[in-house]
Nanobody
């Protein structure tokens, strides 16, 4: 069973930046297309960014131009660089594979944007 561990969240002021990391318990990033999701209180989980095996990326309109997803297959890690953060970005962020059934969800990492 693959375990996904997200980290890098925290409290940041509006306009600030964070870099999220997602590590897997075994090498899966050379097999699956991956994505970052987020779930805000009272809302459904949504996909915000994805990266294919060939490193083609796609972003939700809400984060386009402010976020960059990347992968380091050698480190079994996927990243999400988030800039110009706004209060509406406040959510728990998760990573998982995309275009197929998700793996077991990790604990996520909390991102709170507040002054």
């Amino acid at each position: 069973q693959v375990q996904l561990v997200e980290s890098g969240g925290g409290l940041v002021q509006p306009g600030g930046s964070l870099r999220l990391s997602c590590a897997a318990s075994r090498s899966i990033f050379t097999i699956y297309n991956m994505g970052w999701f987020r779930q805000a209180p009272g809302k459904q989980r949504e996909l915000v960014a994805s990266i294919t095996l060939t490193s083609s990326t796609n972003y939700a309109n809400s984060v386009k131009g402010r976020c960059t997803i990347s992968r380091d297959n050698a480190k079994n890690t996927v990243y999400l660089q988030m800039n110009s953060l706004q209060p509406e970005d406040t959510a728990v962020y998760y990573c998982n594979r995309v275009r197929t059934a998700p793996l077991d969800w990790g604990q996520g990492t909390q991102v709170t944007v507040s002054s």
